[in-house]
């Protein structure tokens, strides 16, 4: 099996019965072995199979209820989809390839005390700075020993959150779970039932400087320790105001960074558009969006 390498690489009539038995799982454990190594050798010919496997699920779902005899169908337009993988000019090899991640939601709190007796590593505990105004009184930890028992009560809320996949919540404060496969630029921006979006996430005026790959929480850790190291601060999360009715939060990532200059240009672009034409138009710029729904509490 062999075809054209080079930037105009196309599919052969034998590459693209190989590469439908494997998306099929009909090629055998060598054959298949053999094109996946092929595939990671040859990323112009991963793309094509990779569009090729995409334009299958979407002709695999039209077919749920087409009657047996309709299947023909398949292979007349898939003859015709590889002619036009032939000349398609794929986006993720022009450039950086969009970055993989997850998004999830989680309740926040207003109160550190409330987010205390909900994780079980920090129940009965808490620190100079953290005040407990309820219950039995707690245990006093270290500021150092706290951030630690804190940090493991965000990965545990964190794996939840994203086990879930939690993608609308009722809470009057949120936090964004989020686990990205390399370093990216994350912005949030959300759409109230009236007025003009907010930009939720980079707090600041600043650049959105790339958070490192693997999993994190947003807007950042809920305990953060003072600069002298002798007491520690609570951040509640994002606060959903009163009478939005409903939020649309719109997560975008991009492995290029966004300079200052940028993340002001697209707020200013985003100002007068709903929440769909906003997510088109990130999408233009670069990023891969998700969308998360937060409702207001009753």
């Known amino acids: 099996m062999s075809g054209a390498t080079g930037p105009e690489r196309e599919l052969t ?50 077919r749920l209820s087409a009657p047996p005899r309709a299947r023909w169908g398949r292979w007349l337009a898939l003859a015709a989809a590889a002619a036009l993988i032939a000349t398609l000019t794929i986006p993720r090899l022009l450039g950086p390839r969009e970055p993989a991640f997850e998004v999830a939601l989680a309740p926040g709190h207003a109160l550190a005390e409330d987010w205390i007796h909900g994780a079980p590593a920090l129940v009965g505990q808490c620190a100079p700075g953290i005040a407990m105004s309820r219950g039995e ?4 930890l270290a500021p150092a020993e706290f951030l630690r028992r804190a940090a493991l009560a965000e990965g545990q809320l964190i794996d939840q959150a994203l086990g879930s996949g939690a993608k609308e919540l009722e809470a009057g404060w949120f936090v964004v ?30 650049a959105a400087l790339p958070i490192p790959a693997g999993r994190s929480l947003l ?50 672009a985003l100002a007068t558009r709903e929440h769909g034409p906003g997510q088109a138009h990130l999408e233009e710029q670069g990023f891969e969006v998700r969308r998360l729904i937060v409702r207001e509490p009753r």
């Open 137 to 140: 009184n707690p245990t006093v």
């Open 177 to 206: 779970p989020l686990e990205l496969a390399e370093p990216a630029s994350v912005l949030l921006f959300a759409w109230g039932e009236r007025g003009a979006p907010q930009r939720l996430f980079p707090t600041s005026e600043a």
């Open 13 to 62: 009539p034998e590459e693209v019965a190989t590469a439908l038995d494997w998306i099929d799982g009909n090629l055998g454990v060598d054959a298949a072995i053999e094109f996946e190594l092929r595939l990671a050798a040859e990323p112009e010919l991963a793309a094509r199979v990779e569009a090729l496997a995409r334009m299958d699920q979407r002709m695999a779902r039209q």
């Open 219 to 268: 807007p950042g850790p809920r305990a953060v320790g003072s600069a002298d190291g002798a007491a520690v601060r609570y951040q509640p999360g994002f606060l959903v105001p009163r009478g939005v009715g409903q939020w649309v939060v719109l997560v975008a990532v991009r492995t290029r960074e966004v300079g200052a200059e940028e993340l002001r240009r697209l707020e200013e």
